[in-house]
């Protein structure tokens, strides 16, 4: 398993973070950790850790960029 922080923009409306977290488990993804950041225009910023089998994100981001209103600003390995 590899560790990733993530880093997110998803709308600010119920079950935003859910739809999130479910396409992370999708992708074969765990959370290991979460923080909220902050809520402004419209849009939360959410800090996540995610452990993901093998050491490539791609199929990670493919899963999140089809989700509509998901933004990945970062993504650093740990």
Not at 1 to 12: H, K
Not at 21 to 39: E, F, H, P, T, Y
């Amino acid at each position: 398993m590899a560790l990733f922080q993530l880093n997110v923009a998803i709308p600010d409306r119920p079950g935003s973070l859910g739809l999130l977290a479910s396409a992370i488990g999708v992708a074969g993804g765990d959370i290991r950790a979460l923080a909220v950041v902050k809520s402004e225009d419209g849009k939360g910023y959410d800090d996540l850790t995610i452990a993901i089998p093998g050491s490539d994100p791609t199929d990670l981001l493919n899963v999140l960029g089809a989700i509509g209103g998901v933004e990945v600003l970062s993504i650093i390995p740990l």
